[in-house]
């Protein structure tokens, strides 16, 4: 058979394969929402709490003004050279440590790794590393449903900062508490870093990216503050946050559509290439968190930084074959290589071009999230929840009930 041929009848495979999946979407779109599965109930209003939306405001409006200190002279080249320095750890104690290790489990680490990246993780100030791990777990056991913290249907602000500045939905309080963490408990750094973490926070996070261009560069301390700790903690901060919100929402599913998140340069060049988030949670178990190490991913080559010096073993990575399979059986057809026309031409771009993600707006429809009980994988493809389905049905119906008193005690 010739190539031409070829390349036409994987094309009709994959086209016969898309519209199979898209059929099963509209199955499951029609799923009524039972303790059986989860999904999004819009008619549930997430409270505010004043005092988070405040707090937030406030770092964002020092963010800024450091961010103007930084623009216009205010501190030494030094200094805005350390802030960069301390930004980048930082990251990489989150997308790294947070993310690939201690979440996903994606590599093995040596003691002296595990106490490195969470020192990293701590400079970041984004909470313990037991308390980002487990609301992590969740998002990709609950994605985009109820029973994920930062569920993407509930819009852009939402799944951004507006989670962190509302009370928990009763789901993600209940599922919370059943999320497999024994790996987590049975680490002692972990469990230190957790039962010290504010003076471990303010320490590392506060006080010596503040106190280094105070004492070695000459800095007045206000200045210092307003730069170090609160414009690179509001940048880093929203760097974090887009995984959760851009690259959810804008962008194309080349390895399955049945998936809310997106490939995303933008977010992978905000960091460190996290961004690359429809093949992250189709493989979560892969150390690149992408299809390829190559291409703006830096934390993929950082990890292999950390296995060439000896702290890091075991990486694990989907084969090619494995990766093909699934853009063929549950793509949108947008991949670069295969892909289809039609699914290429459905994506509207702007922005540099790119031939891994080609656009942030597509026309295809995002996908409406309905799942089991037993939710998503973390860890591996094989990996559900290990507890009876009746028992997190009752955990459910139990969730359900106490957000009907809630709205009944507030009404
Ligand atoms: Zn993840
Ligand atoms: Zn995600």
Request: contains cysteine.
């Amino acid at each position: 058979m010739s190539t031409l041929e070829n390349n036409v009848n994987d094309m009709e495979e994959v086209q016969d394969k898309n519209k199979e999946v898209q059929d099963k979407n509209k199955e499951v779109q029609t799923m009524p929402l039972t303790a059986k599965n989860i999904g999004t109930d819009y008619s549930y209003k997430h409270q505010l709490v004043w005092p988070n939306a405040i707090g937030f405001l406030t770092i964002h409006l020092l963010g800024l003004w450091g961010l103007k200190v930084l623009l216009t002279g205010g501190v030494g080249i030094k200094t805005i050279l350390w802030t960069f320095f301390v930004m980048y750890i930082a990251a990489e104690g989150i997308t790294t440590g947070a993310h690939r290790y201690f979440t996903h489990r994606t590599f093995k680490a040596t003691p002296l790794c595990r106490a490195i990246l969470l020192t990293l993780q701590t400079l970041a100030g984004q909470n313990s590393m037991f308390v980002w791990c487990r609301d992590h777990r969740l998002h990709h056991r609950y994605s985009d449903t109820d029973g994920d913290p930062h569920n993407c249907k509930r819009g852009f602000f939402f799944c951004h900062i507006g989670w962190l500045m509302h009370k928990k939905h009763p789901l993600v309080l209940e599922l919370g508490r059943k999320i497999d963490m024994s790996d987590m408990q049975a680490d002692w750094m972990v469990m230190f870093q957790k039962k010290y973490y504010l003076y471990l926070y303010f320490s590392l996070s506060v006080f010596i990216p503040t106190l280094i261009p105070v004492r070695y560069f000459g800095e007045h301390w206000l200045d210092s503050l307003l730069v170090c700790y609160f414009f690179r903690y509001v940048f880093s901060l929203n760097g974090t946050w887009l995984v959760n919100s851009a690259a959810h929402l804008y962008g194309t599913r080349p390895y399955d559509q049945n998936l809310q998140p997106v490939e995303s340069w933008f977010v992978s060049f905000m960091t460190l290439g996290e961004g690359w988030h429809n093949y992250h949670h189709a493989f979560p178990w892969d150390y690149k968190a992408a299809e390829l190490s190559t291409l703006i991913n830096h934390s993929a080559t950082f990890i292999q930084f950390l296995e060439k010096i000896g702290l890091a073993y075991d990486l694990k990575t989907a084969s090619p074959e494995v990766v093909a399979n699934r853009i063929i059986r549950t793509g949108d057809g947008s991949h670069y290589k295969l892909g289809n026309e039609e699914a290429r031409a459905a994506v509207t771009a702007w922005g540099p071009l790119h031939p891994l993600n080609p656009t942030y707006t597509t026309t295809l429809k995002p996908p409406d999230a309905t799942l089991k009980p037993d939710g998503l994988t973390i860890f591996h493809e094989d990996d559900v929840l290990k507890t009876n389905e009746s028992n997190t049905s009752k955990t459910i119906d139990a969730a359900r009930n106490a957000k009907h008193q809630i709205k009944l005690l507030s009404s």
